[in-house]
């Protein structure tokens, strides 16, 4: 299936690992020019380096979405090297998983408000685009009661309703917004691989509450990502498309 996503703009945030950097290569595979960003330097040359050896339209940048004016800074940078803005990915995520203040307040800076802020920072161009898309990554701790209940599962799940408003408001303007929910995703450097190794009594507790038998690669989460940013999806908008190998297993209707 050609997605027609060939000649468009794409930005995605927290793009050098796991489930956000599977994105950009999604993207980019399908024809797109993807800017993206995260926080490390290091890891942003390497991306870039790399996808651009690969032959992709790719920039980056080290980017604290924390940052309210760095971020608005980096879309309308983006902006203008790209030619406009088509897709907006926000997928970056503090995982700030704990109980105390200061992870509710990382979580409502980053999670929250870095996608509400994306998003406001971007909507001067998708008004100008031809296919306009809004993607934002939530996770099944927003859907129900898990280890990550408190800052992290409140704030993705305030992103799913974030984003269906946003379907609703935009509708008129052809401007599309869906949400999408990973299952738990493997990834090297990433949270399960770290919990793998310092904790693998609960890693394995983990493992067994999926009857896939497995965790999702970044990858599968991407593609989900991918297809509702594409033009391909023009009449779904306002969803939350859950991708967790039925690992959750409250009834969506």
């Not at 890891?43 to 339209?57: C, F, M, P, Q």
């Not at 309210?68 to 983006?78: G, K, M, N, T, Y």
């Amino acid at each position: 299936m050609d997605l027609q996503l060939a000649g468009l703009k794409a930005l995605v945030t927290g793009g050098t690992k796991g489930i956000g950097h599977a994105i950009v290569e999604g993207l980019v595979a399908e024809g797109a020019a993807v800017a993206f960003c995260a926080r490390t330097e290091a890891d942003v040359t390497a991306s870039t380096a790399k996808l651009r050896a690969a032959g992709a339209t790719v920039s980056g940048r080290a980017v604290d979405v924390g940052d309210a004016e760095a971020l608005s800074q980096w879309v309308r940078d983006s902006a203008a090297e790209l030619g406009g803005i088509d897709i907006v990915v926000s997928n970056v995520s503090a995982l700030a998983i704990g109980e105390g203040e200061e992870f509710w307040q990382q979580s409502f800076q980053v999670d929250m408000m870095g996608t509400v802020r994306l998003v406001n920072a971007a909507m001067p161009f998708l008004e100008e685009s031809r296919a306009p898309s809004i993607v934002t990554v939530s996770s099944v701790s927003g859907r129900e009661i898990d280890f990550a209940a408190g800052a992290y599962g409140t704030f993705k799940a305030a992103i799913v309703h974030y984003t269906q408003g946003l379907a609703y408001q935009l509708a008129g303007k052809g401007i599309r917004a869906n949400s999408i929910s990973p299952g738990n995703t493997y990834f090297p450097g990433g949270v399960w691989e770290s919990i793998e190794q310092n904790n693998p009594g609960f890693f394995q507790e983990a493992l067994a509450l999926n009857p896939t038998g497995r965790m999702a690669h970044p990858d599968e989460i991407a593609r989900a990502a991918v297809f509702l940013a594409s033009p391909v999806a023009s009449f779904i908008t306002g969803t939350n498309l859950v991708v967790d190998g039925a690992l959750t297993r409250g009834v969506q209707f």
